[in-house]
């Protein structure tokens, strides 16, 4: 696992700040959706060896989640997204699917961050 | 050749030059009845148990590297059968039986040593959940011990008895459970194989399955396409890329699962030992090196490394349980791919390809069921039946709701 995870809004920050959910690619059945389809999202997996996006929460800074796109192999980090810009594109809107990583804007835009939360 | 004493004497007279190799190193046939996927211990397992109890000998293990070279020579060693759950006991109970009688029956030294597993508990609550799971496994004809306080120490003195935070109050031993040689087991299976006539063939990865009107004819392998009739899949933690293969998905995800040992000790730790504060247990191997281990790295991976932080985290927990390591140096660490199933329990069924078989989701337990594995398994290729033991391990047990949940975690494999 690469020891460096760059969060779009907190910057490069050590991995051991992140907490990991899981695979971010099933998406949620609609409410009415087949049987067969509940059991695919929540049993089967595509368990992807290579590049893979899965969702981590910036635990131990942020607190927001974001999409990362690691290599299970080589345990690199390719690209961070914030879940909801990642979401976003996933339904054809305007974000991006996975965007590179913006470099590290320190703790000025983590404040920043943060005082949007709160209002 | 049989090993023995005498065998030994005789070899050591006369300068060691008339040992035989364990096993041949044949070509690929064109066709086989069987062929196994995967030459660990559980493939090694299956063909043994396919030749002598089922008498099919036609049968081919094809391994990606070298035998033993996954996660049977990757683990802590660790074998017991303490499980709660009625779909689980009774197979690991059948498996702590047929290793009771491995080495005479393999012919080769797997150092078993049944010196027993204690479960720590630091809390009433954790002393009623071990005194359950205690009955559960005597109800299941295991044996079961709920040891108070001062039995503990007796057994292990220097645990931290009186720390603050997790006080030691008892703990749950198996003494029939303890530790066996990783290497030897699948060396044993594989020589026991071999002699009976299965073709262990090494170095030939499985690169697709070949499919004809909906039935497995054979594999594509680096050495090229190899025939069978029935296919079976023990690929561990490389179970889903071969599944893929056969197009399809599995309720399972790969995550890598550290290990440690230390410098070579002075007898210490008679037992294997886990703590209940937190996921870690330890065992001395006979060479004086203390064996450990922790929690995954709870991410999905696929190399056989994994990361400091877990180290830091698994350090930790053995100076809470045995504050005297602290100044132990560890020797080396290593990581294992596990097949993390979505209930924390294997999967050892036919698929929905006709003719392809399906071992796989052992988590971090698959040591200990080895023998039991292979015998179920063995038991299913050859007679298209699930083995009365196995019959809760089945790939749709998911879908129609019978989960075998041990931990109670849900569909998040990272949990079990």
């Not at chain 2, 065998?7 to 069987?34: F, M």
């Amino acid at each position: 696992m690469a020891s460096l995870i760059t969060c779009p809004h907190c910057g490069t920050r050590p991995k051991e700040e992140f907490t990991i959910r899981g695979d971010a690619s099933p998406v949620r059945p609609q409410l009415g959706a087949a049987f067969a389809a509940w059991d695919a999202y929540v049993h089967l997996r595509d368990n992807v060896r290579g590049p893979m996006k899965e969702h981590w929460q910036h635990s131990g800074g942020c607190r927001r989640w974001l999409v990362v796109e690691r290599d299970t192999f080589s345990h690199a980090v390719h690209a961070v997204t914030d879940a909801a810009e990642f979401a976003r594109g996933q339904a054809g809107g305007p974000g991006p699917a996975a965007k590179p990583a913006r470099p590290a804007r320190a703790a000025k835009a983590a404040t920043a961050a943060k005082g949007r939360g709160q209002a | 050749m049989k090993y023995s004493a005498f065998s030994i004497l005789k070899q050591g007279l006369s300068g060691n030059k008339g040992w035989q190799p364990a096993w041949r190193e044949p070509e690929p046939k064109a066709e086989y009845d069987v062929i196994i996927v995967g030459g660990g211990g559980h493939g090694l397992a299956t063909a043994y148990y396919l030749a002598k109890n089922h008498g099919i000998t036609n049968v081919a293990v094809l391994e990606k590297g070298y035998l033993g070279s996954g996660n049977v020579g990757r683990n802590t060693t660790i074998v017991r059968a303490n499980y709660l759950l009625e779909g689980n006991e009774p197979f690991y109970s059948h498996s702590l039986r047929l290793w009771e009688g491995l080495e005479q029956e393999l012919n080769f030294n797997a150092m078993m040593s049944q010196r027993g597993v204690i479960n720590l508990y630091h809390s009433d609550g954790q002393r009623d959940a071990y005194a359950r799971r205690g009955n559960a496994m005597r109800l299941a004809g295991e044996d079961a011990e709920l040891l108070g306080r001062e039995e503990v120490r007796e057994l292990v003195p220097f645990l931290d008895f009186d720390n603050p935070r997790f006080p030691v109050h008892g703990g749950l031993m198996q003494r029939r459970g303890g530790t066996a040689r990783h290497d030897g087991v699948a060396w044993g299976y594989a020589r026991g194989a071999d002699s009976r006539g299965v073709d262990l063939i090494q170095n030939c990865e499985v690169t697709g399955i070949r499919r004809e009107g909906g039935r497995v004819v054979g594999v594509e392998t680096s050495r090229g396409f190899i025939g069978c009739k029935k296919l079976g899949l023990a690929a561990a933690g490389n179970s889903g890329r071969v599944a893929e293969m056969a197009g399809m998905r599995l309720p399972v995800e790969s995550q890598v699962l550290q290990a440690f040992v230390s410098e070579g000790l002075k007898p210490f730790i008679d037992q294997v030992v886990t703590f209940g504060a937190a996921l870690f247990y330890m065992s001395q191997s006979d060479k004086g090196g203390l064996v450990f281990g922790g929690s995954l790295d709870m991410y999905n991976s696929y190399a056989q490394r994994g990361n400091l932080q877990t180290v830091e985290s698994v350090m930790e927990a053995a100076c809470a349980m045995v504050p005297s390591v602290s100044r132990v140096k560890v020797l080396r660490s290593w990581g294992g791919v596990m097949d993390m199933s979505m209930d924390g329990s294997p999967i050892i069924d036919r698929t929905p390809v006709e003719d392809l078989y399906l071992n796989c989701g052992w988590c971090y337990g698959g040591f200990k069921a080895t023998p039991a594995s292979g015998w179920c398994f063995a038991h299913l290729l050859a007679t298209g039946e699930t083995h009365e033991l196995a019959k809760a391990f089945r790939l749709d047990r998911f879908s129609r709701g019978y989960q075998i949940d041990e931990t109670g975690h849900g569909a998040q494999a990272n949990l079990h």
